[in-house]
């Protein structure tokens, strides 16, 4: 059941809590002063930053085979940014090169004459067997020889080039003699590289339509020579790496007088290098050429969205906007202090370099850019203890930029399109949504891309089940609630952004599908249910929830997986910011899983004492199996029990347990002076991949859905028929916009 317009007064909250058994904590001041939060580089202003070149220009990059690690550096007004990749140990001399003509080079290897490449930009790839050419003792080299935009191989010995172009053409010809280091490049910008040599610091290339020989001098002895187009203009130009650091890169062999340098360390054990970056300075550095194209066509179907301002005036609300400018703080200040410090400067960080999991490092610096948003777009913050409305905006910015660029639709090799990804993407997505207004048009292109590419892959994928129809578990021991409940946040953010999208139907389609199965109960195979113009009853091929609204999760009745219900609000609510209508399959069964926390009763035995409700007094949480996650999470909950204090049925008394569980949440964090909400240890909370970033999610979840219940517009309810939705795995949509299956 939902109820948009339900109101209740303080009075009746305050009432209500108290009669509950939960008490009503004292006002407490805010903590003691924590750090200053570092300044962030400057970044692009909406109005004034571009998208993308025509022409790709080279940029300064470093490897090691022996180490597997490949490092590139891009240049940008705003402050330079370095991308790792990690590869497996391979023997051999390092290269890059654009294997296959996207725009961006990525790493290879020649090992005794078999080559290795992966077209993996960012992250960490396998090695794959790219050609068997040349022998041991040959000097590997790359170039487009032929034309057509992907990397042609070639050998040098002692002046004698072998060359090899991608339709396996080969031709020998000499340049240069023994003793020569060998250089390739597009020495006259006619899109055709062409070989040259370095004898000490002479450099030696031949003249455009064989005229002969360009000799010139550049450089010194002892440096390494490089080449590469440093400036975009379709001429490569010559370049050396000189003490291992210092780099001097001149425009062209006709200008060699004219240098640019910069000091890009080349570690021990690692090869100056040449990578390629297809867009502007100062852009994604890994993007593609086509991830550019794409971008900048979808982000101008983007709508922005409705903001309706939080408020303080609901029980609760005090403490959670207190908790979320605290939070907010500690949570800049590990950032820019400790965690990525070292990255602070940096326009794109690469975060799939700052952890040992993508989870880790993509979900917690989305949830981080997602309280910074809210707080930003929806509450009056202008300065506190030091940390500014712009530095907040800043931040936001600087992860949502980064987390975008590093995603498989702008991004070789990034994260995405795979397990939780719709839920990460739809984090930082929507909190580029939010600031759209306040976005460059490169952080725009890629936040567009990235909601799109997560929307498709989730449509794709389309429900999972639990049980079957006949009650046999598919996935023993844990429901496909969550994943299912998340995947549809992917679909449900593109449906809102992009109003009028040719993908809209297929969006629609797969949300409704998925929030059907989602928190589907065996009830609803016999209950008759109709919802959007679909027989539940007849269509559904299995459940996930429990018939009391339960969900299993790790072997057990697990709340905090039943409080993935949010995921259905969640996504009602972006639909709203979307100005969109909400279909009424989102609100199914919600109110029941909401009371499987709230009103549902585990006796004991045979579940754990003390039995009762998951919903205990004091704003704790009961387990009666067993817990999963930590023993003391209110954070976890706030946010759901917000989302039903706007949507579940009054008797569910969402307020009250909201206001208990936003109390305790604070309580917690005001043990200590870091902003921090959970004490060290696995007890309280053991999640261990940015646990106090997931609690302030859900605390920044929390104050959003409130400004919705108290200043939002009203909502529309889409009861429309669908009947052509699906609720087996396997979207696709047809030429004509309906929908198929694969």
Same mark, same amino acid.
């Given at each position: 059941m939902y109820r948009p317009s339900a109101r209740r007064s303080l009075v009746g909250a305050v009432t209500l809590l108290v009669a509950l058994g939960l008490s009503i904590p004292a006002s407490t001041a805010a903590p003691d002063r924590i750090n200053k939060a570092p300044s962030l580089p400057a970044l692009p202003t909406p109005d004034r930053a571009e998208l993308g070149v025509d022409t790709a220009r080279s940029i300064p990059a470093a490897g090691s085979s022996a180490q597997g690690m490949w490092i590139t550096l891009s240049q940008g007004a705003a402050g330079n940014s370095r991308t790792r990749i990690k590869m497996p140990v391979l023997e051999g001399s390092p290269l890059m090169a654009d294997w296959n003509g996207d725009g961006v080079a990525t790493p290879g290897v020649f090992s005794g004459g078999q080559w290795f490449i992966t077209n993996a930009a960012i992250g960490r790839s396998t090695w794959e067997g790219f050609a068997s050419f040349g022998s041991v003792g040959d000097i590997p080299l790359t170039g487009n020889r032929d034309g057509d935009g992907k990397a042609d191989i070639a050998t040098f010995r002692e002046g004698i080039w072998n060359w090899r172009d991608s339709t396996g053409a080969q031709e020998t010809f000499q340049f240069g003699e023994a003793g020569d280091i060998p250089v390739v490049g597009d020495w006259n910008g006619d899109g055709v590289d062409e070989p040259g040599v370095v004898r000490g610091s002479t450099w030696i290339v031949p003249r455009p339509n064989g005229q002969g020989t360009r000799t010139f001098s550049f450089g010194a002895s002892g440096d390494t020579p490089i080449a590469g187009d440093w400036d975009g203009d379709g001429k490569d130009g010559p370049g050396v790496v000189r003490g291992s650091q210092r780099w001097f890169l001149a425009k062209s062999v006709t200008r060699p007088d004219q240098v640019d340098s910069l000091v890009f360390k080349v570690e021990e054990g690692e090869s100056a290098l040449v990578g390629l970056q297809s867009s502007a300075p100062g852009a994604c550095p890994t993007a593609t050429s086509e991830a550019e194209r794409f971008g900048k066509v979808e982000q101008r179907k983007v709508r922005a969205p409705l903001l309706p301002q939080g408020t303080r005036r609901i029980p609760g609300y005090q403490e959670i906007n207190a908790t979320l400018r605290d939070g907010m703080r500690g949570v800049m200040v590990t950032d820019l202090t400790n965690r990525l410090r070292s990255r602070s400067m940096m326009s794109y960080y690469d975060p799939l370099s700052?952890?040992?999991?993508?989870?880790?490092?993509?979900?917690?610096?989305?949830?981080?850019?997602?309280?910074?948003?809210?707080?930003?777009?929806?509450? %009056?913050?202008?300065?506190?203890?030091?940390?500014?409305?712009?530095?907040?905006?800043?931040?936001?910015?600087?992860?949502?930029?980064?987390?975008?660029?590093?995603?498989?639709?702008? %991004?070789?090799?990034?994260?995405?399109?795979?397990?939780?990804?719709?839920?990460?993407?739809?984090?930082?997505?929507?909190?580029?949504?939010?600031?759209?207004?306040?976005?460059?048009?490169?952080?725009?292109?890629?936040?567009?891309?990235?909601?799109? %590419?997560?929307?498709?892959?989730?449509?794709?994928?389309?429900?999972?089940?639990?049980?079957?129809?006949?009650?046999?578990?598919?996935?023993p021991g844990n429901s496909k609630s969550d994943e299912v409940s998340w995947d549809l946040l992917g679909p449900a953010l593109a449906y809102a952004m992009f109003p009028g999208h040719e993908r809209e139907a297929k969006w629609r389609d797969s949300m409704i599908a998925m929030a059907i199965a989602a928190f589907a109960r065996p009830g609803n195979l016999g209950d008759n249910t109709f919802v959007n113009g679909i027989s539940v009853s007849v269509r559904l091929p299995g459940t996930n929830a429990n018939e009391d609204g339960t969900v299993t999760n790790h072997g057990i009745v697990n709340p905090d997986y039943t409080q993935n219900v949010q995921h259905l609000w969640w996504a009602a609510t972006l639909l709203r910011a979307g100005r969109q209508a909400v279909p009424e399959s989102l609100f199914l069964n919600a109110d029941i899983v909401y009371r499987a926390l709230a009103v549902v009763n585990f006796e004991s035995p045979p579940y754990a004492p003390p039995g009762g409700t998951v919903y205990a007094p004091g704003g704790q949480i009961y387990y009666p199996m067993g817990v999963s996650w930590g023993i003391r999470r209110p954070a976890t909950f706030v946010g759901v029990d917000s989302f039903a204090n706007v949507y579940a049925a009054p008797d569910t008394n969402a307020g009250a347990f909201l206001a208990a569980h936003a109390y305790d949440t604070r309580a917690l964090q005001l043990r200590f002076k870091t902003g921090q909400i959970y004490a060290p240890g696995r007890e309280e909370e053991s999640y261990r991949l940015g646990k106090e970033e997931y609690a302030l999610q859900q605390v920044a979840l929390a104050w959003w859905a409130g400004a919705w219940k108290e200043n939002g517009r009203s909502m529309q309810v889409d009861r429309s028929a669908y009947p052509w939705v699906r609720l087996h795995t396997g979207y696709e949509l047809d030429e004509v916009g309906g929908t198929t299956w694969n």
């Open positions: 700052t952890e040992r999991s993508r989870e880790e490092s993509i979900r917690r610096s989305a949830n981080a850019a997602f309280s910074a948003a809210v707080l930003y777009s929806t509450s %009056s913050y202008v300065k506190d203890n030091r940390i500014t409305r712009q530095m907040l905006l800043d931040f936001a910015r600087w992860h949502i930029r980064s987390i975008a660029c590093a995603h498989g639709a702008i %991004s070789p090799g990034g994260w995405g399109n795979g397990w939780q990804s719709s839920l990460w993407a739809v984090v930082a997505g929507q909190a580029g949504w939010m600031l759209w207004d306040q976005l460059s048009l490169q952080e725009r292109a890629y936040v567009a891309a990235m909601v799109y %590419s997560e929307a498709e892959y989730a449509a794709l994928r389309g429900p999972q089940y639990f049980r079957d129809r006949v009650g046999i578990e598919l996935t």
